[in-house]
Protein backbone atom coordinates (compact mmCIF):
# COMPACT_ATOMS: atom_id res chain seq x y z
CA UNK A 1 0.00 0.00 0.00
CA UNK A 2 1.55 3.28 -1.04
CA UNK A 3 1.98 5.69 1.85
CA UNK A 4 3.53 8.33 4.01
CA UNK A 5 4.48 6.21 7.57
CA UNK A 6 5.73 8.49 10.61
CA UNK A 7 7.34 7.08 14.24
CA UNK A 8 6.34 7.91 16.92
CA UNK A 9 2.83 9.04 16.72
CA UNK A 10 2.84 9.80 20.56
CA UNK A 11 5.92 11.66 22.03
CA UNK A 12 6.21 13.19 25.35
CA UNK A 13 9.68 14.25 26.30
CA UNK A 14 11.87 16.57 28.53
CA UNK A 15 13.35 20.55 27.53
CA UNK A 16 16.80 19.61 25.83
CA UNK A 17 16.44 15.67 25.26
CA UNK A 18 17.44 15.38 21.21
CA UNK A 19 14.95 13.65 19.71
CA UNK A 20 14.12 12.61 15.79
CA UNK A 21 11.03 11.59 14.28
CA UNK A 22 11.10 9.52 11.09
CA UNK A 23 9.34 10.06 7.97
CA UNK A 24 9.35 7.10 5.41
CA UNK A 25 7.99 6.88 2.09
CA UNK A 26 7.38 3.85 -0.08
CA UNK A 27 6.11 5.58 -3.81
CA UNK A 28 9.81 6.72 -4.77
CA UNK A 29 9.02 10.53 -4.56
CA UNK A 30 11.17 13.03 -4.89
CA UNK A 31 9.57 15.78 -2.68
CA UNK A 32 9.41 15.43 1.35
CA UNK A 33 8.32 17.93 3.48
CA UNK A 34 7.66 18.83 7.08
CA UNK A 35 5.07 20.83 8.53
CA UNK A 36 3.80 21.93 11.85
CA UNK A 37 0.19 22.52 12.96
CA UNK A 38 -1.05 24.72 15.71
CA UNK A 39 -4.39 25.92 16.79
CA UNK A 40 -5.23 29.29 15.24
CA UNK A 41 -2.06 29.14 13.01
CA UNK A 42 -2.56 26.26 10.80
CA UNK A 43 0.35 24.45 9.01
CA UNK A 44 3.22 26.11 8.84
CA UNK A 45 6.38 24.49 6.75
CA UNK A 46 9.58 23.32 8.51
CA UNK A 47 11.95 22.12 6.14
CA UNK A 48 11.12 20.77 2.50
CA UNK A 49 13.33 18.53 0.04
CA UNK A 50 13.27 18.59 -3.15
CA UNK A 51 15.29 14.88 -3.56
CA UNK A 52 18.19 13.05 -2.22
CA UNK A 53 20.82 15.71 -0.31
CA UNK A 54 19.01 18.61 -1.34
CA UNK A 55 16.79 20.14 1.98
CA UNK A 56 15.92 24.46 2.14
CA UNK A 57 14.03 26.08 4.57
CA UNK A 58 10.68 26.48 4.78
CA UNK A 59 9.17 29.32 6.99
CA UNK A 60 10.09 28.03 10.13
CA UNK A 61 13.04 26.10 10.49
CA UNK A 62 14.64 27.54 13.47
CA UNK A 63 15.52 24.52 16.07
CA UNK A 64 14.72 21.75 13.51
CA UNK A 65 17.23 19.63 11.47
CA UNK A 66 16.83 17.59 8.29
CA UNK A 67 18.70 14.85 6.33
CA UNK A 68 17.61 13.21 3.39
CA UNK A 69 20.62 10.36 2.67
CA UNK A 70 17.96 8.37 0.88
CA UNK A 71 14.79 8.92 -0.84
CA UNK A 72 12.17 6.98 0.86
CA UNK A 73 13.47 8.74 4.25
CA UNK A 74 13.02 12.19 5.63
CA UNK A 75 13.91 12.38 9.58
CA UNK A 76 13.59 15.42 11.64
CA UNK A 77 15.49 16.04 14.53
CA UNK A 78 15.24 18.39 17.29
CA UNK A 79 18.70 18.68 18.74
CA UNK A 80 17.50 20.74 21.63
CA UNK A 81 13.64 20.64 21.94
CA UNK A 82 11.70 23.04 23.68
CA UNK A 83 8.28 23.81 25.26
CA UNK A 84 6.78 26.41 22.24
CA UNK A 85 7.91 23.24 19.65
CA UNK A 86 4.67 21.30 21.25
CA UNK A 87 2.74 20.66 18.34
CA UNK A 88 1.61 18.24 16.04
CA UNK A 89 3.81 17.39 13.40
CA UNK A 90 3.00 15.70 9.80
CA UNK A 91 5.29 15.08 6.91
CA UNK A 92 4.42 14.86 3.43
CA UNK A 93 5.59 13.68 -0.22
CA UNK A 94 4.69 14.44 -3.82
CA UNK A 95 6.25 12.53 -6.49
CA UNK A 96 8.48 15.82 -7.96
CA UNK A 97 7.87 19.37 -5.98
CA UNK A 98 4.07 21.25 -5.65
CA UNK A 99 2.55 20.59 -8.91
CA UNK A 100 2.03 17.29 -7.56
CA UNK A 101 -0.18 16.14 -5.15
CA UNK A 102 0.91 15.68 -1.62
CA UNK A 103 0.08 12.52 0.48
CA UNK A 104 0.42 13.25 4.21
CA UNK A 105 1.82 11.09 7.05
CA UNK A 106 -0.78 10.60 10.07
CA UNK A 107 0.49 12.69 12.04
CA UNK A 108 3.23 12.96 15.14
CA UNK A 109 1.76 14.48 18.47
CA UNK A 110 4.88 15.84 20.55
CA UNK A 111 5.17 17.29 23.52
CA UNK A 112 8.46 19.07 25.27
CA UNK A 113 8.04 19.74 28.96
CA UNK B 1 6.18 38.78 1.90
CA UNK B 2 4.41 35.69 1.19
CA UNK B 3 1.12 35.18 2.93
CA UNK B 4 -2.49 33.35 3.29
CA UNK B 5 -5.01 34.64 5.06
CA UNK B 6 -8.72 33.03 6.06
CA UNK B 7 -10.63 35.31 7.72
CA UNK B 8 -13.18 32.93 9.23
CA UNK B 9 -11.99 30.31 11.83
CA UNK B 10 -15.59 28.71 11.52
CA UNK B 11 -18.21 29.31 9.15
CA UNK B 12 -21.39 27.17 9.95
CA UNK B 13 -24.19 26.57 7.39
CA UNK B 14 -27.43 24.63 6.71
CA UNK B 15 -26.99 21.60 4.15
CA UNK B 16 -28.43 22.75 1.00
CA UNK B 17 -27.29 25.77 1.67
CA UNK B 18 -24.29 27.72 -0.71
CA UNK B 19 -20.84 27.71 0.37
CA UNK B 20 -17.95 29.78 0.25
CA UNK B 21 -14.86 29.87 2.04
CA UNK B 22 -13.00 33.10 1.85
CA UNK B 23 -9.22 33.26 1.06
CA UNK B 24 -6.85 35.82 -0.25
CA UNK B 25 -3.28 36.01 -0.57
CA UNK B 26 -0.70 38.29 -1.10
CA UNK B 27 2.28 37.45 -3.28
CA UNK B 28 4.05 39.91 -5.42
CA UNK B 29 4.90 36.97 -8.09
CA UNK B 30 3.19 34.04 -9.57
CA UNK B 31 1.32 31.95 -7.52
CA UNK B 32 -0.07 28.71 -7.11
CA UNK B 33 -2.90 28.33 -5.20
CA UNK B 34 -4.01 25.46 -3.23
CA UNK B 35 -6.95 24.25 -1.22
CA UNK B 36 -6.35 21.19 1.56
CA UNK B 37 -9.09 19.34 3.40
CA UNK B 38 -8.80 17.05 6.63
CA UNK B 39 -11.72 15.32 7.38
CA UNK B 40 -12.39 13.96 10.71
CA UNK B 41 -9.84 11.55 11.51
CA UNK B 42 -8.19 11.22 8.61
CA UNK B 43 -5.31 12.52 6.86
CA UNK B 44 -4.73 15.99 5.12
CA UNK B 45 -5.31 16.11 1.47
CA UNK B 46 -5.25 18.08 -1.89
CA UNK B 47 -8.63 19.07 -2.86
CA UNK B 48 -7.64 20.71 -5.66
CA UNK B 49 -5.40 23.70 -7.59
CA UNK B 50 -5.79 26.78 -9.47
CA UNK B 51 -4.28 25.48 -12.53
CA UNK B 52 -6.14 22.72 -13.10
CA UNK B 53 -9.53 24.20 -13.28
CA UNK B 54 -11.35 21.16 -11.78
CA UNK B 55 -14.52 20.39 -9.58
CA UNK B 56 -13.51 18.16 -6.80
CA UNK B 57 -16.54 16.97 -5.17
CA UNK B 58 -19.01 19.75 -6.14
CA UNK B 59 -16.06 22.31 -5.17
CA UNK B 60 -14.65 24.52 -7.58
CA UNK B 61 -11.90 27.85 -6.69
CA UNK B 62 -11.06 30.57 -8.98
CA UNK B 63 -7.89 32.21 -8.71
CA UNK B 64 -8.45 36.26 -9.21
CA UNK B 65 -5.59 38.14 -9.33
CA UNK B 66 -6.80 41.98 -9.47
CA UNK B 67 -8.56 40.86 -5.71
CA UNK B 68 -5.15 38.68 -4.83
CA UNK B 69 -8.15 35.69 -3.59
CA UNK B 70 -9.18 32.24 -4.03
CA UNK B 71 -11.83 31.45 -2.42
CA UNK B 72 -13.69 27.68 -2.55
CA UNK B 73 -17.32 27.77 -3.19
CA UNK B 74 -20.19 25.18 -3.28
CA UNK B 75 -23.69 25.69 -4.74
CA UNK B 76 -25.36 23.34 -1.92
CA UNK B 77 -23.35 22.13 1.16
CA UNK B 78 -23.48 18.49 2.48
CA UNK B 79 -22.98 17.36 5.58
CA UNK B 80 -19.98 15.20 4.66
CA UNK B 81 -18.42 18.66 3.57
CA UNK B 82 -18.00 18.84 7.30
CA UNK B 83 -14.10 19.34 7.37
CA UNK B 84 -10.87 21.36 8.05
CA UNK B 85 -10.40 23.86 4.94
CA UNK B 86 -6.60 25.12 4.44
CA UNK B 87 -5.52 27.06 1.46
CA UNK B 88 -2.24 27.07 0.40
CA UNK B 89 0.13 29.39 -1.93
CA UNK B 90 3.35 28.43 -3.58
CA UNK B 91 5.60 30.03 -6.75
CA UNK B 92 6.87 28.75 -9.87
CA UNK B 93 9.88 29.63 -8.84
CA UNK B 94 10.32 28.99 -5.10
CA UNK B 95 10.31 25.55 -5.57
CA UNK B 96 8.73 23.81 -2.55
CA UNK B 97 7.73 25.96 -0.57
CA UNK B 98 4.52 26.26 0.81
CA UNK B 99 2.40 28.86 2.93
CA UNK B 100 -1.02 27.13 4.23
CA UNK B 101 -3.49 29.59 5.80
CA UNK B 102 -4.50 29.57 9.42
CA UNK B 103 -8.01 27.53 7.88
CA UNK B 104 -11.27 27.29 8.38
CA UNK B 105 -13.73 24.89 10.16
CA UNK B 106 -16.58 24.46 7.49
CA UNK B 107 -20.01 22.97 9.77
CA UNK B 108 -22.61 21.58 7.79
CA UNK B 109 -25.91 21.12 9.93
CA UNK B 110 -28.56 18.52 9.13
Known amino acids: EAQVTQNPRYLITVTGKKLTVTCSQN?????MSWYRQDPGLGLRQIYY???????DKGDVPEGYKVSRKEKRNFPLILESPSPNQTSLYFC????????????FGPGTRLTVT | AQRVTQPEKLLSVFKGAPVELKCNYS??????LFWYVQYSRQRLQLLLR??SRESIKGFTADLNKGETSFHLKKPFAQEEDSAMYYC????????????FGQGTELSVKP
Open chain 2, 27 to 32: YSGSPE
Open chain 2, 50 to 51: HI
Open chain 1, 27 to 31: MNHEY
Open chain 1, 92 to 103: ASSLRGLAYEQY
Open chain 1, 49 to 55: SMNVEVT
Open chain 2, 88 to 99: ALSSYNQGGKLI
